[in-house]
């Protein structure tokens, strides 16, 4: 076999961030497991083999049950809402023609901010002493947002009440007003790529607008909904920066995620290998949605 | 030549990497850094600028989280008398900013595991020196330090044995702040005819009887748990004495005491009184409810005077009073932050010359009144300090001290996560059984 010039510069050019990647991605997460795998719970590192004592610890720990039942009413709500809005304005945008790109640039606007910046403006949006939460409390509604520890269709499991906690629905709120933008320019893309051939073949067999949608477009449009369930999937799985700002843990940890736990245990209580274990279970959390997609998309490809 | 070109392109895309990873130590510092900072550190360029030019006496570096209003100008202010003094020597504010220490303890953290000690590093005196740092054999003792400087009479012994372990002291405090103290609304009691309460009893009819009048009788902000960990540790200390509760954090006096649960049952009856939306507030927020008339007492550390005054523009003593909290009224809840000497510094010498600034009467009196503490020492000069600052000052020497645990100084920073978490699902659940199971199992972390 022969390796063509070409061949030969791409290589070449791949290698250094191939190396790269290797060691500062691959390496640290390896790093991180063997430490979650230590008994390097103090200030200095200790790095004897602990085995999964750590693991074990956490899944009887009652504050990391609340982060994994609060992860996915999170991760299913955040997902549902962007894909339902975000698909749902995409295809009122593109119905009206003429404002499209006035609609679009509007609606994708939020994405330009931070995380952060968006925990901040929602916890003075919702904060139950101003503005629109004096207005209600006229009728006589006393609005807890996220200070709510009521958990809605709740059942117990273990020492914690499984159900959605009221609060959550405060975070999902401003975490889907942030990425609807995402999903709408997403579907506004897929829709565009709808060659309207298409449409008009389905219009002279008589279809009607919403038969069009449903059996032509909306099938079409699936490869989009995958992309855009893994990149949601992954961002809401490892959130922290916008609970953080926003609502902290949350009384009784009804708005606590891993990622607020782990910057806890590791750099406030120095539990170094229980930090590692919960950075761990958390990759394991995002690859239980990227692994079938990769081996799915790899199936396609062959 | 094109294989030429080609290995230069990569190896200046390795360059670029290479350089990428070691601008890494540099930038650490500012992670974090506010629009005060960034003022602070061309003062300081300014101040090296100066430093340098007038010889060379060695290098000082102090590393601490004051990057907030009062608390930066009272160690700038500790830093320019420091260079009045001793002008060849090179001052580095080396101060990171956020989240209450926490940004600056994990950079301290890093530093200090990957053995690059900053030369000299604030650290509240208690657990959090003593079973961290001084367990772990990170700092030189400094007795000499102290013999030398004839400190050992000029700090109260209490506070003296805070900042000790095995008979060797390990840093000089440079301010103290109380934890166990109660601002109220003096009109809001006026208008009640409410009497100031002085112990638990007393305290739990003055709740119910503001309750009963519909004020809201306590302001908690527990949106940070530590607000109520330190309630709960107010009542230890009202229930134990100061004697038992110290041996509670040295072990000595257990979880499954009965005057612990008698705290825990305060702790549930006094959850009762306070606002309603107290999860979503932080301590700044519940006073402010103090401050408005709209609750009637809040449990705060002293620096809440300073946001009375400074922030709300309340006069002390006819807008807000204060008192110590029920049952504690002989006890004073010490925080007390320190600064020490870590193993490994490049010039000791120097880094003691600093120490003795900071824990000189001088020095101490320039960081204080800025900072809005009271000094650690026993000498300083009270005119220089405000009618609460005095009234401390007074209590302060007369006072049995306790290590605070919210704080940090009772026990280590893994057992007040644990503990804080533990207090956090309290609050909502008020099972006072599960709570003293609970400390009961972390107790091993102490």
Redesign the interface.
Known sequence: MKITRDQLMALLFLTPSFLLIVIFVYGFIGWTGWVSLSNWNTLMPDMSFAGLKNYIYLFGDYRFQADLRNTVFFTILFIGFVIILGLGLAILLDQTKKANALFRNIFLFPMALSFVVTGVVWQWLLNPSTGFNQFLQVFGIQPKWYTDTNILAGFQWGSIEFGLPVAMIAVVIAAVWQMTGFSLAMYVAGLTGIPDELREAARIDGASELQIYRKVILPMLTPITMSVVIIMAHISLKIFDLIYAMTGSGANFVTDVPGVYMFETTFRGNYYANGAAIAIIMLLLVAVFIVPYLINSRRGAS | M?KKS?AFL?MF??MI?LVACGGDDETTDDTGSTDDQTEDTTDDAAEEEEAESSGDGGSVEIFSWWTGAGEEDGLLALIDLFEEKHPDIEVENAAVAGGAG?NA??VL?TR??GNDPPSTFQVHGGAELNE??VA?D?MEPLNDFYEEYDLMDKFPEELIDMVSKDGNIYSVPVNIHRGNVMFYNMEVFEEHGIEVPTTLEEFVDVLAQLDEAGVTPLAMG????WTATQIFENLLLATLGPDDYRALWEGEVGFDDDRVREAAEYFETIIGYVNE????RNWQDASQLVGEGEAAMTNMGDWAKGYFSNDLNLETNVDFGYFAFPGTTEDFMVITDTFGLPKGVEDPDTVKEFLNVLGSVEGQDAFNPLKGSIPARVDADASKYDEYGTDTMEDFQNSNLAPSLAHGSAA???Y???AN?EV??F???QNVDQFIEKLQQIAGDL
């Open positions: 094109l080609l990569i895309i390795f990497a926490t303890k994990a953290a200090m595991q961290s740092w772990a990170k527990d949106k940070e748990a939306d107290h999860a979503s280590s920073e893994g007040l996560t644990k978490q956090n699902i609050v909502t659940q």
